[in-house]
């Protein structure tokens, strides 16, 4: 069976000191549709429970989104994989077929600039990259890709198609200030940004191994293009 490590954000709170953290669908979506035939693991800068963004919470469990209601009751399975994550700086990258990051603003906090989670995070995504395994993110997960370079030091995603969550949609949701970069800015600084025709449309880029959805509502396709992948 193949196996994937899920990413997590370990930053709970935003520039401006509010709550933040991972994105409940762009974990449970994704996740219901790869475990009864991939290998999951969990993983996060410091380990072991990352916090959940609790507007996700609120926004998708208490509007009764069945799989996001399921993950954060699931606990013989899936508590027990947050409650067990492994640090990043354990992490082997030999272990998995595929890297799967998830977002809210959480990554492009730590993730993405924390100088200590960046080196272990490049290490492991350069790892997977290079390889070529499955590397994959949605919506601010995407963040954690823009700062990886190859062995000449010229960027991953240089002139490559991706997507990550638009800076529409970040404007529509007050968030421009709360994080230290908006994605949608820095991919086409050195790659090709896709997004759908209007905000919050579901949307997926897949350019070789690498595979990025736009947003929340982009998950659920994220996880089917990931387990297309891996059967291929």
């Given amino acids: ?21 991972w994105y409940l669908p762009e974990a449970a979506h994704p996740y219901y549709i790869l475990k009864d035939t991939v290998d999951i693991d969990f993983a996060s800068p410091k380990g072991s429970n990352p916090p959940v963004d609790p507007a996700s919470v609120k926004l ?11 993950f954060l009751k699931d606990d013989m399975i899936v508590k027990a994989k947050l409650a067990n994550a492994k640090k990043l700086s354990d992490v082997k990258a030999d272990d998995y077929d595929a890297i799967f ?8 906090i730590d993730l993405a600039n ?11 995504r350069f790892s997977f990259y290079q ?24 960027p991953i995603l240089t002139g490559k198609k991706a997507t990550a969550f638009s800076n529409a949609e970040e404007e ?27 905000p919050w449309g579901s949307h997926v880029v897949v350019d070789g191994n690498l595979i990025t959805g736009q947003n929340p509502a982009s998950a659920a396709a994220v996880g089917k293009a990931i387990l297309e992948a891996l059967r291929k």
Wanted: some cysteine; charged content about 25%.
């Fill in 131 to 154: 390889a070529g395994k499955i590397t994959s993110a949605v919506c601010h997960g995407g963040a954690t890709l823009v700062n990886v370079v190859d062995k000449e030091g010229k």
């Fill in 172 to 198: 529509l949701v007050n968030g421009t200030e709360l994080i230290p970069f908006l994605p949608e800015d820095k991919i086409k600084a050195i790659g090709i940004y896709e997004k759908a025709p209007k």
């Fill in 1 to 21: 069976m193949p196996s994937i490590l899920f990413v997590f954000t370990s930053a709970d709170k935003h520039l401006k000191g509010g709550p933040t953290g």
């Fill in 114 to 124: 924390d100088p200590v989670s960046l080196k272990l995070a490049a290490e492991i």
């Fill in 60 to 70: 998708f469990a208490d509007h009764e989104d069945k799989e996001c209601i399921q």
């Fill in 101 to 108: 990051y998830i977002g809210g603003h959480g990554p492009v």
